[in-house]
Structures are given as structure tokens and as C-alpha cells.
């Protein structure tokens, strides 16, 4: 059975200037970088297979603040690994304590979501006006899993950096869980991507143009 991890938004390394990785997408959102792609094969596996979503870019996250632009939705598009890559977060305990930390981080409303073993996909949406910064609820929440977590010698949990985009038009919200909802199914997981029991929906967050 072939297990890949591909959850990049985009690999490490094209050499483009950073002027231009902050054009918006084409796929529509401003984005950090994304970390190099990195795929684990079993033997008798064909090899890796790469994110349509994703181009290359630096090795480190550039981080762009949330911009507000009229009454037009704020969602982020999020991605968040565990400390070199660990496989713990895919089990009943550990995604209701990450379900719990969501709820006690409630100036962001946790959208879609896709808990993997090694990392989360999630859409977010500020809940004050205006809205707190992405990092400081990032690290409310993980610290909130840190304090919570059972299994004290596999602390700490968390990879440093996180990976986020902020989508500019509705389909990309679409797009985006078409694609996350089916990385259960690719990774080899589960056959199809409804019977993979980690993922969910919080909160809805409607798209909203001015």
C-alpha cells in the first residue's frame, strides 16, 4: 500500500522573487510559502504524486496579514503539521481534544476541516471586527492541545511554522475541500473520502461579496 504525505500548498525551491509571491493566485488567494514536498513509500510503491494546487516556492512561510476588503467574506485556508511529521493526531482522543481547543478559540470560527495523522487542513473565518491575528489563534489553540494532551513525552507536538491563504473568491473554498476532503483516499487511508472519520464541518461560513 502506497502512503504519501502531500500536503503542500505549494514545494520549496522555485527561485521566484517575493515580489511576485504576492500576486494574488490563480488559484485565488494570497498564500504563504509552502514547505518542500515530501512523500513516504512503501515498498512496492510507484512513487510520489504531487498537488495540482501546488507550484514552488521558498522553504519558510512568508506570513500576509488578513486583509478586510469591504463586507467581501474573510477565509483562510490553513494547514498546520506536527513537530518533524509525527503521526499523532488521527485518533478519537486527539482530534475531540482538537475539536475542544476550537471551540475554547472562539474569536475564529473553525469551518471544514481534515484532521490527518500528521497534519490538519482547515478553513477559518474571524469572529471580531476587526479581526485578531491568524497566529496569535493558531498558538491559542495548539497550546490548548499542548496543555490537554495525555502522552507527556511526545511534547512538544507542533512544527513551528504554518501555512496559510486567504481565499478571494467563493469557488476556491469549493476547490480547496474538493481537494483536502480526498487526501484520506490519496494518502491510502480509506477507499473512499466519506468514511475517513476525521474531518467535519464547525462552523458554516458563507461566502460574501460586497
Not at 58 to 87: E, M, N, W, Y
Not at 146 to 174: A, C, K, M, N
Amino acid at each position: 500500500m502506497r502512503v504519501e504525505f502531500i500536503l503542500r500548498l505549494r514545494c520549496a525551491g522555485s527561485g521566484e522573487s517575493s515580489k511576485k509571491m504576492r500576486r494574488p493566485s490563480k488559484n485565488g488567494g494570497r498564500s504563504s510559502a509552502t514547505p518542500t514536498q515530501k512523500s513516504i513509500t512503501t515498498p512496492g510503491s510507484k512513487g510520489s504524486q504531487s498537488s495540482p494546487l501546488h507550484k514552488a516556492h521558498r522553504t519558510r512561510p512568508a506570513h500576509f496579514p488578513t486583509v478586510a476588503d469591504g463586507f467581501k467574506s474573510i477565509i483562510i485556508f490553513l494547514t498546520v503539521c506536527t513537530r518533524q511529521r509525527k503521526p499523532l493526531l488521527a485518533n478519537d482522543e486527539t482530534a475531540r481534544l482538537i475539536v475542544e481547543a476550537w471551540h475554547a478559540a472562539n474569536f475564529w470560527s473553525v469551518g471544514r476541516y481534515v484532521i490527518m495523522p500528521d497534519h490538519i487542513h482547515l478553513f477559518g473565518a474571524p469572529n471580531t471586527f476587526p479581526p485578531q491575528l491568524l497566529k496569535k489563534w493558531i498558538a491559542y489553540w495548539r497550546n490548548h492541545v499542548t496543555r490537554g494532551w495525555p502522552h507527556r513525552t511526545q511534547v512538544p507536538i507542533w512544527q513551528r511554522e504554518f501555512w496559510d491563504r486567504q481565499l478571494r473568491r467563493s469557488e476556491s473554498y469549493t476547490e480547496k475541500w474538493q481537494y483536502v476532503v480526498n487526501n484520506p483516499v490519496r494518502h491510502g487511508y480509506v477507499r473512499r473520502a466519506e468514511d475517513w472519520p476525521y474531518k467535519g464541518e464547525l462552523n458554516v461560513l458563507e461566502w460574501h461579496d460586497p
